[in-house]
């Protein structure tokens, strides 16, 4: 079957760096995706590799290890608003955009 | 430009009975998939229609769900003699067609809270 794994909860101080870490066992595997869901609100996207490496985006990283089936996502210079729940999602399946997400990780960032 | 829209954004309904989840995707977006979220868990593919093709149903749970999409737009997601299982948040995105990088972000609504009592 296809499971993803990353920690329920994460908690750091602002202005601080934080790594979230998915690992995926899946069937098929085109691509790693993050997205950020507050409380009540709507997922949105954050980021998505499909090759190995390091992409930035302004104080978020994120990065794919296919080998290793690993990926995480790296916040920087923490903010209160980055509280918030964090999703690795992997498209299984060529040709499919639909994705399977992992369970969230939620992040407390205190003062 | 407007986003993802869904209606209503809350519904109650009674076990037994067929509730109708309404989404309009951005307008472009040739991709729209529907979502589930259950509370403190991740989202649950359900199915995802693309353009003009069959749509992918490999995520509903059952054959009381159902959905359809018309003129490649406005999507209602159906769900029959409704479950208590089936209480949660529904959601829908939609994204761009293609293979392009900006094809894997999807838009999501705000989602549609069922609860069945």
């Known amino acids: 079957g296809q499971s993803l794994e990353q920690p329920s909860e994460v908690t750091a101080v602002e202005g601080a760096i934080v790594q979230i870490n998915c690992t995926y066992q899946?069937?098929?595997?085109?691509?790693l995706s993050w997205y950020q869901q507050h409380d009540g609100g709507a997922p949105t996207f954050l980021s998505y590799?499909?090759?190995?490496g390091l992409e930035e985006t302004g104080r978020f990283s994120s990065f794919l290890s296919r080998s290793d089936s690993y990926g995480y996502l790296l916040l920087q210079e923490l903010q209160m608003k980055d509280s918030a729940s964090y999703f690795c999602?992997?498209?299984?399946?060529?040709?499919?955009?639909?994705?399977?997400f992992g369970s969230g990780t939620r992040l407390q960032v205190q003062p | 430009g407007a986003g993802v829209s869904q209606s209503p954004s809350n519904k109650v309904t009674e076990k037994g009975k067929d509730v109708e989840l309404r989404c309009d995707p951005i307008?472009?977006?040739?991709?729209l998939y529907w979502y589930r979220q259950s509370l403190g868990q991740g989202l649950e593919f359900l199915i995802y229609?693309?353009?003009?093709?069959?749509?992918?149903k490999s995520g509903l749970p059952s054959d009381r769900f159902s959905a359809e999409r018309t003129g490649g737009s406005v999507s209602t997601l159906t769900i029959q003699r409704t479950q208590q299982e089936d209480s949660a948040v529904y959601l829908c995105?939609?994204?761009?067609?293609?293979?392009?990088?900006?094809?894997?972000?999807?838009?999501f609504g705000p989602g549609t809270r069922l609860t069945v009592t």
């Open positions: 899946t069937s098929g595997f085109y691509g």
């Open positions: 999602a992997v498209r299984d399946r060529r040709g499919r955009r639909a994705l399977t």
């Open positions: 307008s472009g977006h040739t991709a």
């Open positions: 229609f693309q353009g003009n093709s069959a749509p992918d």
């Open positions: 590799n499909a090759l190995d």
């Open positions: 995105a939609s994204s761009l067609g293609g293979t392009s990088g900006a094809a894997y972000e999807q838009y």
